[in-house]
């Protein structure tokens, strides 16, 4: 599932961390809550590496959409 299907459910707290820490490794407790949402921790939305779970540059540049306001539909 794509992430504009599973960012409208995540909280807005989580969303705002989200974009406020855009492209910095997601903590394990906000993975479970995308997970919970629907959201895949697949590569084709990031990776884990050493230091964590990474968003790719794709959906880096989505959520920055969101941020700048130019993603249509997404609250």
Known sequence: MSIEHW??????STRKWLIENNG????????DEITR???PIASDVGQSG?????FSDET???IEAVANGEA???P
């Open 37 to 39: 949402a629907g959201g």
């Open 72 to 74: 249509p539909g997404v």
């Open 50 to 54: 050493p230091s964590g779970f990474y």
């Open 24 to 31: 910095d490794a997601i903590p394990p407790e906000m993975i």
């Open 60 to 62: 880096v540049d989505w």
């Open 7 to 12: 960012w409208p459910k995540l909280k807005p």
